[in-house]
C-alpha cells in the first residue's frame, strides 16, 4: 500500500468554480502534512502546510483530518495560474521522511 | 526559505557514462536530500546527504549507482553512473528547512536523457 494516495485527476474546471482535492495517508505516526505545488517541468514548491485545526491561505483551504487520516485541498474561485500538479507530502519529522502523493493534475479553462 | 541552485538543469549522455549533478545552497542547512521522479510520477527519495559521512540510501538505490558527496553544509553532489535509458528521469536536490516545523524545499531539478 502506497504512504499516501492521491486521485490522478485529471481535473477540468472552468475558471471561478470551486476544486477539492483529496488525499489519504497510510501512516497514523505522520506528524506533518504539506501541499506542494509542481507546475508542468518545474519543481514542486510548497503551496501551504496543513493544521490539525485547518487552515486558510486567500482562496486556499487546506483541513487535517487525523482520525481518518486524510487531507484535502480546497480552491475558490479558480484562475488560470491555478492549473498545475497538486502533491500532498506526509512527513513523520524524524528529519528524512517527507512521502509524497502521486499528484493530482488541474486544468482551469477559460 | 533557502535558495537552491541545481546544475546542470538537464543533459543527455550516452549509455555507460556518468552523470554527476551539483547542488548549493545559499545556507547552512542540516537536511539535504537527493529524489528522483520519472516522468509522470511522483518523487522517490534515493538518499539522504549526510555531512562528512556516507550517504543513507533507500531501498533500491545503492551507493555504487548513486554515489553522493557531501563534504559541507552548503553543498551536496549526486553522481548517477554507468547510466542506461531506466535511469532518464528529473533529479531533484532537496533541503530541509527546521527552522519551525520541517519543511522541503527544492532545487530547479536536472533533466536527465540517456540514450
Known amino acids: 500500500r502506497k504512504e499516501v494516495e492521491q486521485d490522478p485527476g485529471p481535473f477540468n474546471v472552468p475558471e471561478g468554480a470551486t476544486v477539492a482535492f483529496n488525499c489519504t495517508y497510510s501512516n497514523s505516526a505522520s506528524q506533518s502534512f504539506f501541499w506542494y505545488r509542481q507546475d508542468c517541468r518545474k519543481e514542486p514548491k510548497l503551496l501551504m502546510s496543513v493544521y490539525s485545526s485547518g487552515n486558510e491561505d486567500g482562496r486556499f483551504t487546506a483541513q487535517l483530518n487525523r482520525a481518518s487520516q486524510y487531507i484535502s485541498l480546497l480552491i475558490r474561485d479558480s484562475k488560470l495560474s491555478d492549473s498545475a500538479t497538486y502533491l500532498c507530502v506526509v512527513s513523520l519529522n524524524t528529519g528524512n521522511q517527507f512521502y509524497f502523493g502521486t499528484g493530482t493534475s488541474l486544468t482551469v479553462i477559460p | 526559505s533557502a535558495v537552491i541552485s541545481q546544475k546542470p538543469s538537464r543533459d543527455i549522455c550516452q549509455r555507460g557514462t556518468s552523470l554527476t549533478i551539483q547542488c548549493q545552497v545559499d545556507s547552512q542547512v542540516t537536511m539535504m536530500f537527493w529524489y528522483r521522479q520519472q516522468p509522470g510520477q511522483s518523487l522517490t527519495l534515493i538518499a539522504t546527504?549526510?555531512?562528512?559521512?556516507?550517504?543513507?540510501?533507500e531501498s533500491g538505490f545503492v551507493i555504487d549507482k548513486f554515489p553522493i558527496s557531501r563534504p559541507n553544509l552548503t553543498f551536496s553532489t549526486l553522481t548517477v553512473s554507468n547510466m542506461s535509458p531506466e535511469d532518464s528521469s528529473i533529479y531533484l536536490c532537496?533541503?530541509?528547512?527546521?527552522?519551525?516545523?520541517?519543511?522541503?524545499?527544492f532545487g530547479q531539478g536536472t533533466r536527465l536523457t540517456v540514450v
Open positions: 532537496s533541503v530541509g528547512d527546521n527552522r519551525d516545523i520541517i519543511k522541503a524545499f
Open positions: 546527504a549526510n555531512q562528512g559521512s556516507e550517504a543513507t540510501y
